[in-house]
Each structure stands twice: as C-alpha cells, then as structure tokens.
C-alpha cells in the first residue's frame, strides 16, 4: 500500500522497528510499528525515542502503530510514562484479530447491492467514505488510494451502494499467507444497520474465493471491534496508536 503511494517510499526493517511511509496526507499510510518481542521497559524507551526521531524527520503526520502483546509486563506499566518522554501523544485504540475462518459465503443485504472497485470514480468514493468515517479531509483521504492501479487490480475492494449510492466499503489483500482487512467505513448517519459487517462479508468472500487463502487478519478501531467476531474473528494484541505531541 505504501510502495503503490510512492515507489520510493521509506520501506524498512530496522533493529526493532518496522517503517512503512509513504510521506502521504493519508496518515494511516504513514507509520512505524516496533517489532521486538518480549521488550522490556528499558528497551522499549530506546525505541520509543527512536521511532519518534523517525515520525520528525517526515514531511507528513503519521502514526506509531504499537502492539502491546510485544511488550513484557514492565514495559507495559512503562508504557505511558515512556511515550510521554519521547514526545508522542496518544491518539486512539485499537484491537489485532485474526481467524481461521474463510471461505465466508457470499453475503446478502435487504438494502445494498455490492460492487467491486474498478474505476477511478469508484477509487474516489472509497476514499471519500474512509475520509468523513474517520475525520479526515477529502483531499487527505483521496492521496492516500485515488488513481491507484493496485487497489483496481489486485485489491479486492468492495462498495456497497444504498439505491445506487455508496454507503460503505471493505477491502482484503493477501499478504504473507493471509487475507488482510483494511479500510472498512461506513457513512457517518448510516451505522448500525449491518452495512459494515455485510461488506466487509463480500471482501472476505471474494478474496478468499480468488486466492484460496484460508486465515484472515485485521486491524479494528474501537467502532469495529464489536463487529468482527460475528464473522468470526478472535482478538489478539490490544493496539494503541500514537502521533508527535504538537
């Protein structure tokens, strides 16, 4: 997803940490994630200054993306005090889950037919939803997939449309022997009908269906959380994302 922003990205794996920037106004597309196993409250002060100095030198805002399943017991009671030395701020939760639970039937709706991502028209509305889904600008959400030829190809990225008009989005992608879920949103005033949980259906189902995979992973935000274990996925690693302080 970064490499397709800009094929000259900073895509590396440093001793404990792992950047994924594409230097985008899609800030989701900007991220550092440590990798240690098992750190202690020491070690993950070292990294937490690190990956800060990291976030400073770009252009564009992203996020650290920590998973507090690496982190032994020390370093999670550490945790806050530790991101506060190193000048981050912590913006918002969210939840690893995985499951072995594909091929998921091909979903049905009273209120949506689906259909998949081909043009630039569909890239835009994808984007646009993600952007007033999760408070973003238009402009910001639209640099991170508009004019892609990846998310028209190889991305099994979904709209549902309400009476012709898109009202929610999901898409997977394989990635290391797994279905990854990524960007699922729905229009703001149109929650809590199952629009979510039916597209997100429909992307499992066709890309399970079109690689054979049978494992499928996902970061989920606080709104999703509750969504995913009807399809049948697990909680792992609590999640917590944190930006620069200002």
Not at 42 to 70: P, Q
Not at 111 to 137: K, M, P, W
Not at 176 to 192: D, H, I, S, Y
Request: charge should be neutral.
């Amino acid at each position: 997803m970064v490499l397709d922003r800009d094929p000259g990205a900073d895509v590396r794996d440093l001793p404990g940490i792992a950047v994924r920037w594409a230097d985008c106004r899609f800030a989701f597309w900007n991220c550092v994630t440590l990798t240690d196993v098992a750190a202690d409250a020491a070690l993950l002060g070292r990294r937490l200054d690190e990956a800060a100095r990291l976030m400073r030198a770009k252009r564009r805002a992203g996020f650290l993306w920590l998973f507090e399943d690496l982190l032994d017991d020390g370093a999670r009671a550490a945790l806050d005090a530790a991101a506060e030395r190193a000048g981050l701020r912590y913006a918002f939760p969210g939840t690893g889950m995985a499951g072995d639970l594909l091929p998921v039937p091909d979903p049905v709706h009273p209120d949506l037919t689906f259909v998949r991502v081909a043009t630039d028209e569909h890239l835009r509305a994808y984007a646009d939803i993600n952007s007033r889904a999760y408070g973003f600008g238009l402009d910001e959400g639209r640099d991170g997939i508009a004019g892609s030829a990846l998310w028209k190809k190889d991305v099994h990225a979904y709209l549902g449309l309400r009476d012709g008009t898109p009202v929610t989005c999901a898409a997977t992608f394989p990635a290391e022997g797994r279905l990854f879920v990524a960007l699922v949103a729905t229009e703001p005033g149109c929650e809590r009908r199952g629009y979510g949980e039916a597209v997100t259906r429909k992307a499992l189902h066709e890309g399970g269906r079109a690689t054979g995979l049978t494992r499928a992973a996902l970061h989920a935000t606080a709104a999703g959380a509750p969504v995913y274990p009807r399809i049948g996925f697990r909680p792992n690693s609590p999640i917590r994302f944190y930006g620069l302080r200002d």
